[in-house]
């Protein structure tokens, strides 16, 4: 490769888009080309998009056209070229090459291809993405602190009715337990403290691999490496969470009490209208509240869902006022094409949806409060997370997840060590964080 080429990358959208960022740069160090983050430096850029709303492909789209604007040769991956192939090519015709979701491994190759010959396009866009995941491939992480995400499968076999997923990333794929197992301990000897389980639905880890759900035994297993000292699970699916899986997170002393359960509604009609699992939501939460000994539940809400009824949503409101959600988010229903609801009648007026977002999360900040406010005297675990330029301490509490959750600002006149577990005394709080003494 000309050594006079510098190339980066920007990732956009969620942590599994993260994941395969870090996943390609260390394609490219096993190929011996060296990316940095730092676009100003580089001509040629990888550019890691979301498609998972119209918000994200906005932003991705953004990123592009800025960096062909500054005369870069840009390579598109992800679930932009996934989602729009050859409408994208036609909308940016400048892109040098594209990348599908399950195409990740091919980085290294598309890369020289790029340099060598300047005028060709490259298409490397699976038609049908399967994941697989390059268990050979140590990750450059971009993020390095007491936290870092492990993937422990892609793709999902679910037919959501406003999802896009299952055609951007394909069928549901698991990684063994004994590759996530070697990562975790390798995180752990690298001083990762918190590994943060991620998927689009972990509850379905194992199905493909072992024949039933298996993140329980996943759980167990990871509870005995001694490296590490929380770990965190994200993206559950209510149907899923069966009692064995509840039993693993009371029983597993290192897996936090932290529930992130995207329930989406609570109105049985328009569960059924999304294609959800219709449960009884108030039930489950009582189990898991019995079970699960100081469990925080995490969840999100779409509202303005086509056909959802003034009385839909009173439902929602007083289901949420009731449920007490340690954090929620709420989304307004984003049209998005080839899914089942795009094509609903009924569709709701923005105006509507807005209103019913505001009014939802008005209503959660309330309760956030009383959340918080319930921790002070209480002396809880966190994870010291950084110590600011003035010397105070940033924490995060074991109901807080990294980045979409709260933060504990502590004071102290101790040094504790980023990535270590302190005994925090909660004595004040806001809506979203914490403030503690150690």
Same mark, same amino acid.
Not at 163 to 184: A, F, T
Not at 220 to 233: F, G, S, Y
Not at 307 to 316: A, I, P, R, V
């Given at each position: 490769?000309?050594k ?11 942590? *599994?888009?993260?994941v ?7 394609? /490219? ?7 940095? /983050? ?24 953004? &990123? ?11 390579? !598109? ?8 192939? =050859? ?9 040098a ?25 490259i298409?490397?866009?699976s038609?049908e993405?399967v994941?697989?995941y ?9 993020t ?11 793709g ?16 549901y794929? &698991? ?8 990562? %975790? ?7 990762? &403290?918190e ?7 972990t ?6 691999l ?15 490496i ?7 699970v ?6 899923m969470?069966?009692?064995? /899986?509840?039993?693993?997170?009371a029983?597993?002393?290192? %897996? ?9 509604h609570?109105?049985p009609?328009?569960? *059924?209208?999304?294609?959800?699992? %219709?449960i009884?939501?108030?039930a ?24 959802? =009824?003034? @009385? ?38 923005a ?16 309760? &956030? ?33 990294? @980045?979409?959750?709260g ?13 270590? !577990?302190?005994?925090?005394?909660? %004595? ?8 503690? @003494? /150690?």
């Amino acid at each position: 490769m000309n050594k006079q080429h510098k190339i980066a990358l920007i990732n956009h959208g969620c942590a *599994k888009n993260l994941v395969d960022s870090e996943l390609m740069l260390g394609i /490219l160090a096993k190929n011996g080309i060296n990316a940095t /983050l730092d676009e100003t430096k580089a001509d040629v850029v990888i550019i890691n998009t979301c498609s998972f709303i119209h918000d994200a492909e906005k932003e991705s789209v953004q &990123s592009i056209l800025q960096m062909i604007e500054e005369g870069k040769k840009v390579i !598109i991956t992800g679930c932009l070229p996934q989602k729009y192939n =050859t409408e994208l090519k036609q909308a940016i015709p400048e892109a040098a090459a594209m990348l599908g979701t399950s195409d990740i491994a091919k980085i290294a190759q598309v890369v020289e291809k790029v340099l060598e010959d300047e005028t060709r396009y490259i298409n490397e866009v699976s038609k049908e993405p399967v994941y697989n995941y390059p268990e050979d491939i140590e990750r450059q992480q971009i993020t390095v602190g007491a936290s870092s995400y492990v993937k422990i499968a892609d793709g999902c076999n679910y037919k959501c009715g406003y999802c896009v997923i299952p055609r951007l990333r394909g069928p549901y794929r &698991s990684r063994p337990v004994e590759k996530i197992v070697d990562e %975790v301990k390798k995180l752990g000897q690298k001083g990762v &403290s918190e590994v943060v389980l991620i998927a689009q639905d972990t509850t379905s880890y194992g199905i493909d691999l072992y024949g039933k759900p298996s993140l329980a035994l996943l759980l167990r297993e990871l509870n005995k490496i001694k490296e590490i000292n929380w770990i965190r699970v994200m993206y559950t699916y209510p149907s899923m969470f069966n009692d064995e /899986l509840i039993d693993a997170f009371a029983q597993c002393d290192k %897996v936090v009490k932290y529930v992130d359960i995207p329930l989406q509604h609570s109105h049985p009609e328009m569960l *059924k209208a999304m294609k959800r699992p %219709v449960i009884d939501y108030r039930a489950f939460l009582k189990k898991l509240r019995e079970k699960i000994k100081d469990v925080a539940v995490r969840t999100t809400f779409i509202v303005g869902y086509p056909g959802e =009824t003034q @009385e839909m949503f009173d439902d929602l409101y007083e289901f949420v006022k009731e449920a007490k959600f340690n954090k929620m988010g709420a989304f307004e229903f984003s049209r998005e094409k080839n899914t089942y609801a795009d094509t609903l009648p009924e569709q709701i007026p923005a105006k509507i949806k807005k209103q019913r977002k505001n009014k939802l999360m008005k209503l959660q900040q309330k309760i &956030s409060l009383e959340v918080n406010q319930s921790f002070i005297g209480k002396t809880i675990p966190c994870i010291i997370e950084a110590v600011s330029s003035d010397g105070q301490i940033i924490a995060r509490s074991y109901a807080d997840a990294p @980045e979409v959750d709260g933060l504990v600002y502590i004071e102290t006149d101790k040094n504790p060590v980023p990535g270590d !577990i302190e005994q925090v005394k909660i %004595v004040g709080c806001d809506e979203y964080d914490l403030y503690g @003494e /150690l």
